[in-house]
């Protein structure tokens, strides 16, 4: 990801957390990290990505030899002792499960929710060299929903209408995104959310009833410590994961905002401008700040204290009037869009006579003059009330 990537998958994750703390009471953050020790019962040299520093394997590897130096590790030895890394993040959300359940007063139902990276072996189609595996990664969503077992069945189906509607409430075409239904080998239930990209369709979150079986296996032997309070009675509680892909939701809202259309700036035929119409919450950039006609000097003083107002304000600003390289208004709109900037302020001499600013939307392509007082409050309400639609 670039600086303008970086920002959207920010934005997508930012709007992620209001949504799984939208329980605020009953959900709490948690963080694991990225590798741990061999679990507990796993084989020697298991299955799983391990980590193992290029030195020792190597060690490991030349003992296969007559080389091999007495009292050296095997290579199982070295697997076996080796850190895994995380392929989920449920196995960290569970190893919290105990305490959350002692912030809520035992009350169920209660949620763990984590964003981080994962590690998975890609598949065939994806490596370079079949003789060789390799890993990759991806930015993974969480909420671990603990829900006694009478209302698990209700609850999934609660998250399945929310996460839905959630992906849709961002998109410029909703019904891109679907879901279905699946049972797992052991007759598990669950769903999974799809995106319909131009070359097929791609699971973009998944949510499953776990049952309690994930739960005791984290803790063996005494499983009164798992006991949340469902009215009067205390049970274990069920499961219920909710893991998403936010990478290929990144894509998926790519492909889903990128638009062309008619061009009204140019008289050419078949001339379309290409619009990178991002959601207000997730476009990279709210505004873009450049300079028109007048006094280079003081105009870019007033574009570098209009910046930092907007900034302070958390309303992300790209400095147009950094640039050096003159371009046509024309070019600057183009290349805007396609950065996907909500709008584009324009600072000329009027703006250092009476204080009156040129606004351009990037969706409507109209332009009005407003003071520049009014801009701040502006943009935050537009982006205020999209969020809230």
Same mark, same amino acid.
């Given at each position: ?205 998944? =949510?499953?009833? @776990?049952? %309690?079986?994930?739960? !005791?296996?984290?803790? #063996?032997?005494?499983?009164? *410590?798992?006991?949340? &309070? ?20 990144? =894509?998926?809202? @790519?492909? %889903?905002?990128?638009? !062309?259309?008619?061009? #009204?700036?140019?008289?050419? *035929?078949?001339?379309? &401008? ?116």
């Amino acid at each position: 990801f670039g600086p303008l990537g970086v920002a959207l998958r920010g934005n997508l994750a930012a709007q992620w957390w209001d949504s799984a703390l939208a329980f605020r009471e009953q959900v709490f953050a948690v963080d694991a990290p990225l590798h741990g020790p061999p679990a507990a019962g796993a084989p020697r040299a298991g299955q799983g990505l391990r980590l193992v520093h290029s030195e020792t394997l190597r060690e490991a590897l030349q003992g296969r030899g007559c080389s091999r130096e007495p009292g050296g590790p095997s290579l199982e030895e070295v697997l076996g002792t080796a850190g895994m890394l995380r392929e989920s993040l449920l196995p960290g959300a569970l190893a919290q499960y105990v305490s959350c359940l002692e912030l809520v007063n035992k009350r169920l139902p209660c949620g763990l929710a984590q964003i981080g990276v994962c590690f998975h072996s890609l598949p065939e189609s994806e490596q370079l060299d079949r003789s060789l595996r390799r890993i990759g990664e991806r930015t993974t969503s969480l909420l671990a929903w603990f829900s006694s077992p009478r209302t698990a069945g209700q609850w999934l189906d609660y998250w399945l209408r929310q996460r839905l509607q959630w992906w849709r409430k961002f998109a410029v075409g909703p019904s891109n995104f679907s879901s279905s239904d699946f049972q797992d080998e052991e007759g598990r239930r669950g769903f999974n959310l799809h995106y319909s990209f131009p070359w097929g369709t791609e699971t973009i979150e998944t =949510l499953k009833n @776990l049952g %309690d079986t994930e739960l !005791l296996q984290m803790y #063996p032997g005494d499983s009164s *410590k798992l006991l949340g &309070r469902d009215g009067r009675k205390n049970v274990i509680p069920h499961v219920l994961s909710v893991s998403g892909n936010l990478d290929r939701g990144v =894509l998926a809202y @790519l492909f %889903d905002s990128l638009q !062309l259309a008619e061009n #009204p700036l140019t008289k050419k *035929k078949n001339s379309q &401008r290409k619009v990178l119409k991002l959601h207000p919450c997730l476009a990279p950039l709210k505004v873009a700040l450049d300079v028109g006609k007048g006094p280079t000097t003081e105009l870019r003083q007033v574009c570098q204290g209009l910046f930092n107002e907007l900034s302070e304000n958390r309303i992300s600003v790209w400095p147009g009037y950094l640039e050096t390289m003159q371009v046509s208004l024309e070019q600057l709109y183009t290349k805007y869009d396609e950065m996907s900037v909500l709008f584009t302020v324009l600072i000329t001499d009027a703006t250092l006579e009476n204080g009156v600013v040129q606004l351009r939307s990037r969706d409507t392509t109209m332009k009005e003059m407003m003071h520049i007082s009014r801009l701040k409050d502006f943009l935050t309400k537009y982006v205020t009330s999209a969020k809230n639609v």
